[in-house]
Structure formats: structure tokens, C-alpha cells
């Protein structure tokens, strides 16, 4: 099954823009198998500036259970290395917000693509599992 959806914002721009519709693949709940750099769409844990735990958000799996990944004004780092990242939005960096989390069991480590306005994890490292996002969140995944 599919899902139409309509991006409420530029947080995952160039990928995706405000206004553009896009189609999801379903996923059945508990068959979800992450994978770095899949782009879902979530039910966040918490509230999310401006939006509610009801609502969808969609952003970039940046790390899976187990993985490091910090940034410190630099680039963004998994598991020691430097991630490079084609779909950052051009000009912003990796993060303006400082991070080093370890991403726990069952969850993933999510972010926007165009970070500099993008509200994800990293806003919410002061949460229960540091603003990770349980895998049994996950609604669909984009294809593009």
C-alpha cells in the first residue's frame, strides 16, 4: 500500500519542498528493516515545534540501532567516520548544534536535509533515548 503526502515544510529541501506531494511505501508495523539514508515518514515521540505527535514528519535515517553519531562543528560523523552527505541542503552545515549520541535499541537516529532550519533529533537531546525516534514509529518510506 502507498500514501499520499503533503510536505508542510523545506526541512528536507533539495530533496523535497513545501507544498510538493509525495508517495510513501506503508509499512506494516514491527516488519520495518532500517537502513541508513532512507528517508521515512514518522510520528515523532514528542512535540516537534509546531507539530504535533498526530501528524507526520519526514526525514533522512542518519543512524540505526548501535551507531555513533555526533557532529562538533565539522562533519557529520557515524561510527568514527566522516558521513558525506550529497542532499545537504547547499550552504548549510552538518549541524549547528553540537552532538555525540549513541542511537539506542529499537530506535533511529533521524535528520533534515536542510539542517540550518530543520527541526529533528537534534532538538531533542534532553529526551528519553537523546531525541532518537522508536523504529515502530516509521509509517512509510519514500522512494524517490
Known amino acids: 500500500m502507498t500514501r499520499r503526502l503533503n510536505v508542510r515544510s523545506d526541512s528536507m529541501a533539495p530533496t523535497m519542498v513545501t507544498g510538493q506531494v509525495i508517495t510513501v511505501d506503508e ?3 514491527g516488519t520495518y528493516k532500517p537502513r541508513r539514508q532512507d528517508i521515512v515518514a514518522v510520528h515523532p515521540t514528542v512535540e516537534y515545534q509546531g507539530m504535533q505527535q498526530t501528524q507526520l514528519m519526514i526525514r ?4 540505526i540501532p548501535g551507531d555513533a553519531v555526533s557532529c562538533h562543528y565539522g ?6 567516520v566522516a558521513l558525506e552527505e550529497p542532499y545537504l541542503h547547499k550552504g548549510d ?3 549547528q548544534l553540537p552532538f555525540d549520541v549513541k542511537v539506542p535499541a529499537d530506535c533511529l537516529w533521524l535528520l533534515g536535509d536542510h539542517r540550518d532550519i530543520a ?5 531533542h537531546l534532553e529526551d528519553p533515548n537523546q531525541g532518537a525516534i522508536p523504529i515502530g514509529n516509521v509509517v512509510g518510506i519514500y522512494r524517490p
Open 60 to 63: 533522512r535515517v542518519i543512524g
Open 93 to 95: 552545515a552538518s549541524s
Open 119 to 123: 527541526i529533528d533529533c537534534r532538538y
Open 27 to 29: 509499512v506494516i508495523p
Open 75 to 80: 562533519p557529520l560523523m557515524l561510527n568514527g
